[in-house]
Nanobody, 124 residues
């Protein structure tokens, strides 16, 4: 099927930067929207940033001006550049990809997929 593999998480001091990457592999014919979500302990998973196949983006208010989402369609990869990190950005960050329903060689492909998550910890 489809696998989303994230990388780039880690421990950083407040004010620092990290860049997350998420690569989709497997039965990928095309990808609609891709996004980054995060979940802090005891809290619900929330949208951080979202990008369409055409490059339109939207961000959570809490990260506007600090985070930038981008994608490389040729590599089926989405990135999240995180600058001016704050302790409240600490969470597990998850990649999400929405693949259109595609019929190929007698089978249907597509669906909504999640990565395994990568921990981001910002110390004060």
């Amino acid at each position: 099927q489809v696998q989303l593999v994230e990388s780039g998480g880690g421990l950083v001091q407040a004010g620092g930067s990290l860049r997350l990457s998420c690569a989709a592999s497997g039965s990928v014919f095309s990808i609609n929207a891709m996004g980054w979500y995060r979940q802090a302990p005891g809290k619900q998973r929330e949208l951080v940033a979202h990008i369409t196949s055409g490059g339109s983006t939207n961000y959570a208010d809490s990260v506007k001006g600090r985070f930038t989402i981008s994608r490389d369609n040729a590599k089926n990869t989405v990135y999240l550049q995180m600058n001016s990190l704050k302790p409240e950005d600490t969470a597990v960050y998850y990649c999400n990809a929405d693949l259109p329903r595609t019929y190929y060689s007698g089978k249907y492909y597509g669906g909504n997929y999640w990565g395994q998550g990568t921990q981001v910890t910002v110390s004060s």
